[in-house]
């Protein structure tokens, strides 16, 4: 079992920057997946960015150009750097733990990011 801990949402003005950070414990596997998933009321949870353990990335189309995921391995922790924040950026977003075994999933408990206008 991994535990995620998330930290770093809050209130932020259109156009401001918030910084996520998400600490893994745990029997972590060393190949793995980390990413952020964000959750607006009435929608579907949807993927924000992904980082494998190789550095690899994906994002949404929508935060392409404004986020930047990354992580420490040393520290088993996993950060998403988001600038130019939207209104539509409002949501809880929780950090997502994926090793190659996917009944290992592991989900942080979400932290809330909420863009004024």
């Known amino acids: 079992q991994v535990h995620l801990v998330e930290s770093g949402g809050g209130l932020v003005q259109a156009g401001g920057s918030l910084r996520l950070s998400c600490a893994a414990s745990?029997?972590?596997?060393?190949?793995?997946?980390m990413g952020w998933y964000r959750q607006a009321p009435g929608k579907q949870r949807e993927l924000v960015a992904g980082?494998?353990?190789?550095?690899?990335?994906n994002y949404a189309d929508s935060v392409k150009g404004r986020f930047t995921i990354s992580r420490d391995n040393a520290k088993n922790t996993v950060y998403l750097q988001m600038n130019s924040l939207k209104p539509e950026d409002t949501a809880v977003y929780y950090c997502n733990y994926e090793p190659w075994d996917a009944r290992f999933e592991s989900w942080g408990q979400g932290t809330q990011v909420t863009v004024s206008s």
């Open positions: 980082i494998t353990s190789g550095g690899s990335t």
């Open positions: 745990g029997n972590i596997f060393s190949i793995n997946t």
